[in-house]
């Protein structure tokens, strides 16, 4: 055996088919493959092969991505021999030109002609929560934090140059102009998503603390020790969904308080190790499959009614599946799920009293909806979604929070629109975002999400723009 045919070995051992999961159980596998290795070596084997084997390409492109150059090859990213063995052939120029593709999924800018109303055009003070709001839109690689009345108090900003300077990404690639997700700590640090590309870490005055180069997408969350759960996604060959076309993975990635991996569990191999693996009877056969879009981790208070709701846990919403999830990381393992209640979902949280709220993106036909339920009974408790006389509808992005008040402040992202509504369903709060996007500032930018921080969240560093 050669060492070009040894190499193969080593990556192309599929741990998921023999049921391998920790260190020493995958050992017996690594020593079979390592010594194919070393015996490809020693025989003088294919030490200048006239095709370098799949992985090697794979692997050069993971090189590329993480030294912010573009590899000999012409997909971006970083690819790896996946879930199943790999073809013993180079990838295919079709099988490349996915890649580009996939790699360049996100979000656009903004998608709605801007109307001539923008910023707060209604704000009820007696009824309204009050709080500061988080602001992450299309516009631009940025983060403003502004009051109820609409004034700007301070603002984080970074752009992808700046982070990754000189780093190559296709010409089409949007997501490099504007965050996806932030995340603001009380001391004025940020956590920022650029979409599909990383994580930064960014203090009060906009410096960057660190850099995380996994390609980082829609969500975080952050724990009380300052370990930080992110969604990230690889492109993967996966032959047991299609012999040629390749697929994303979605993957929880576990990284330390000073952005180090620790460690990555697949969502994927996750179902599939589950009760819940019927699921995957839906899902496509390339591209990206799951399409995981928001991640929190449970505080452990639905954990006396329903174990799987344990402390630690994190609840997914995976869109391409209609399908609210509980993973347990430790496990690697879904615990529970439930779909039929939403189509193409964002924003799962838990609320107090072991409720749930979910934001129904295609409740109907031109309508979305937030839908609060009883998770184990699937009681629906209370909603609100649109109608002709209040249209409310994105078919893209949205979330939803409770607020302490009992309201609930909705994000309609495409149409760059956020409301506050009570229990009764009036709103009391409503932003238009002012801020635009497309050739010309013709579009509003899409309003990913605003968050409500609460009224005693410390400014002390805040600079009031």
């Given at each position: 055996?050669?060492?070009?045919?040894?190499?193969e070995?080593?990556?192309?051992?599929?741990?998921?088919?023999?049921?391998?999961?920790?260190?020493?159980?995958?050992?017996?596998?690594?020593?079979?493959?390592?010594?194919?290795?070393?015996?490809?070596?020693?025989?003088?084997?294919?030490?200048?092969?006239?095709?370098?084997?799949?992985?090697?390409r794979?692997?050069?492109?993971?090189?590329?991505?993480r030294?912010?150059?573009?590899?000999?090859?012409?997909a971006?990213?970083?690819w790896?021999?996946?879930?199943?063995?790999?073809a013993?052939?180079?990838?295919?120029?079709?099988?490349?030109?996915?890649?580009?593709?996939?790699?360049?999924?996100?979000?656009?800018?903004?998608?709605?002609?801007?109307?001539?109303?923008?910023?707060?055009?209604?704000?009820?003070?007696?009824?309204?929560?009050?709080?500061?709001?988080?602001?992450?839109?299309?516009?631009?690689?940025?983060?403003?934090?502004m009051?109820?009345?609409?004034?700007?108090l301070?603002?984080?900003?970074?752009?992808?140059?700046?982070?990754?300077?000189?780093?190559?990404?296709?010409?089409?690639?949007?997501?490099?102009?504007?965050?996806?997700?932030?995340?603001?700590?009380?001391?004025?640090?940020?956590?920022?998503?650029f979409?599909?590309?990383?994580?930064?870490?960014?203090?009060?005055?906009?410096?960057?603390?660190?850099?995380?180069?996994?390609?980082?997408?829609?969500?975080?969350?952050?724990?009380?020790?300052?370990?930080?759960?992110?969604?990230?996604?690889?492109?993967?060959?996966?032959?047991?969904?299609?012999?040629e076309?390749?697929?994303?993975?979605?993957?929880?990635?576990?990284?330390?308080?000073?952005?180090?991996?620790?460690?990555?569990?697949?969502?994927?191999?996750?179902?599939?190790?589950s009760?819940?693996?019927?699921?995957?009877?839906?899902?496509?056969?390339?591209?990206?499959?799951?399409?995981?879009?928001?991640?929190?981790?449970?505080?452990?208070?639905?954990?006396?009614d329903?174990?799987?709701?344990?402390?630690?846990?994190?609840?997914?919403?995976?869109?391409?599946?209609?399908?609210?999830?509980?993973?347990?990381?430790?496990?690697?393992?879904?615990?529970?799920?439930?779909?039929?209640?939403?189509?193409?979902?964002?924003?799962?949280?838990?609320?107090?009293?072991?409720?749930?709220?979910?934001?129904?993106?295609?409740?109907?036909?031109?309508?979305?909806?937030?839908?609060?339920?009883?998770?184990?009974?699937?009681?629906?408790?209370?909603?609100?979604?649109?109608?002709?006389?209040?249209?409310?509808?994105?078919?893209?992005?949205?979330?939803?929070?409770?607020?302490?008040?009992?309201?609930?402040?909705?994000?309609?992202?495409?149409?760059?629109?956020?409301?506050?509504?009570?229990?009764?369903?009036e709103?009391?709060?409503?932003?238009?975002?002012?801020?635009?996007?497309?050739?010309?500032?013709?579009?509003v930018?899409?309003?990913?999400?605003?968050?409500?921080?609460?009224?005693?969240?410390?400014?002390?560093?805040?600079?009031?723009?």
């Amino acid at each position: 055996m050669g060492l070009s045919a040894g190499v193969e070995m080593l990556y192309s051992v599929d741990m998921r088919r023999y049921g391998v999961r920790s260190t020493a159980r995958r050992l017996p596998w690594l020593l079979v493959a390592l010594a194919a290795f070393v015996v490809g070596l020693l025989s003088g084997g294919a030490l200048v092969a006239k095709r370098p084997p799949a992985y090697c390409r794979l692997i050069s492109l993971v090189s590329a991505m993480r030294s912010g150059t573009r590899a000999a090859q012409p997909a971006p990213g970083r690819w790896r021999p996946a879930s199943g063995p790999m073809a013993e052939a180079d990838l295919t120029e079709e099988q490349l030109r996915e890649v580009e593709r996939l790699m360049t999924l996100g979000y656009a800018a903004g998608t709605v002609v801007a109307g001539e109303t923008s910023g707060v055009t209604l704000h009820d003070t007696e009824l309204a929560s009050r709080g500061l709001n988080l602001v992450v839109s299309g516009h631009a690689p940025e983060a403003v934090l502004m009051d109820m009345n609409g004034r700007v108090l301070h603002t984080w900003r970074m752009s992808f140059e700046e982070v990754w300077p000189g780093r190559a990404l296709p010409r089409d690639d949007e997501n490099q102009h504007f965050w996806r997700r932030a995340r603001v700590t009380p001391e004025g640090d940020l956590f920022a998503i650029f979409e599909g590309l990383g994580l930064i870490k960014l203090d009060r005055d906009s410096n960057l603390l660190w850099k995380y180069d996994g390609l980082c997408h829609h969500d975080l969350d952050l724990l009380d020790d300052g370990t930080i759960l992110v969604l990230e996604r690889e492109p993967a060959l996966a032959p047991r969904f299609h012999d040629e076309r390749p697929i994303l993975e979605d993957y929880v990635a576990v990284l330390t308080a000073e952005g180090e991996l620790v460690r990555r569990v697949s969502i994927l191999a996750a179902l599939e190790d589950s009760h819940y693996e019927p699921l995957l009877v839906r899902v496509r056969k390339s591209g990206d499959i799951l399409h995981t879009n928001t991640i929190e981790v449970l505080d452990g208070s639905l954990e006396p009614d329903s174990p799987a709701f344990a402390r630690g846990n994190v609840l997914i919403s995976i869109l391409m599946l209609d399908t609210v999830a509980v993973l347990d990381l430790d496990e690697e393992k879904v615990v529970w799920a439930l779909a039929g209640c939403w189509r193409q979902q964002h924003q799962p949280t838990m609320l107090p009293g072991g409720r749930m709220l979910v934001f129904d993106n295609e409740a109907g036909e031109g309508v979305s909806r937030s839908v609060e339920l009883d998770p184990l009974s699937q009681e629906v408790l209370w909603s609100y979604e649109g109608s002709t006389a209040a249209p409310f509808y994105t078919p893209t992005c949205g979330s939803n929070q409770r607020l302490p008040n009992g309201n609930t402040l909705l994000t309609e992202s495409d149409n760059g629109r956020a409301i506050e509504v009570t229990p009764g369903r009036e709103i009391v709060w409503e932003f238009v975002s002012p801020y635009r996007a497309g050739d010309r500032g013709e579009l509003v930018a899409t309003l990913f999400e605003i968050v409500r921080l609460a009224p005693d969240f410390p400014l002390g560093w805040a600079q009031v723009d």
